[in-house]
């Protein structure tokens, strides 16, 4: 019975990278010092725009992209913090069919400070979960929504 399979590995022929090779080389290159220096500043910032691309399309969504609503809990609003925040923003949230259960709207979503939205999560009266609104205008809108109501 073969134990190798057929498989046969060639042994070592040198070192993978030898100094005394790149400094021969680098003597041929001394006389194009400054377009490889160039060339190496090109490389970088074209490496840095690859990164700054996907970058930007994550700060448009989740930075800028906030025109939907936040639900929001009540029933584990524990801590004195929260009545406090509570107190603030309650008469702007939106109840929802469940009791203690709420939206905040986007409105009062982008009106709202960094720390405060912190601070709503910390005090669990908000969640992560986002939800759009959809306030018809038309008789059309309206008949489509009485036709298809939402989940």
Do not use: H
Not at 37 to 50: E, P, Q
Not at 124 to 141: C, G, I, N, Q, S
């Amino acid at each position: 019975m073969y134990t190798d399979f057929g498989y046969m590995e060639e042994g070592k022929l040198g070192k993978p990278y030898d100094l005394k090779l790149m400094a021969r080389l680098g003597g041929f290159l001394k006389p194009y010092w400054k377009l490889m220096g160039l060339s190496l500043v090109f490389v970088l910032i074209m490496a840095g725009l690859d990164l700054i691309i996907p970058y930007l399309t994550k700060e448009a969504i989740d930075r800028y992209n906030r025109c939907c609503g936040k639900r929001s809990c009540l029933k584990r609003r524990r801590l004195a913090g929260g009545t406090a925040l509570w107190n603030q923003y309650g008469e702007k949230f939106i109840a929802g069919k469940e009791k203690g259960k709420f939206l905040l709207p986007p409105e009062t979503l982008q009106s709202m400070d960094r720390k405060e939205m912190v601070l709503f999560q910390k005090y669990d009266l908000l969640t992560e979960a986002r939800y759009y609104l959809f306030v018809p205008k038309t008789p059309e809108e309206e008949s489509l929504l009485k036709k298809y109501p939402p989940c």
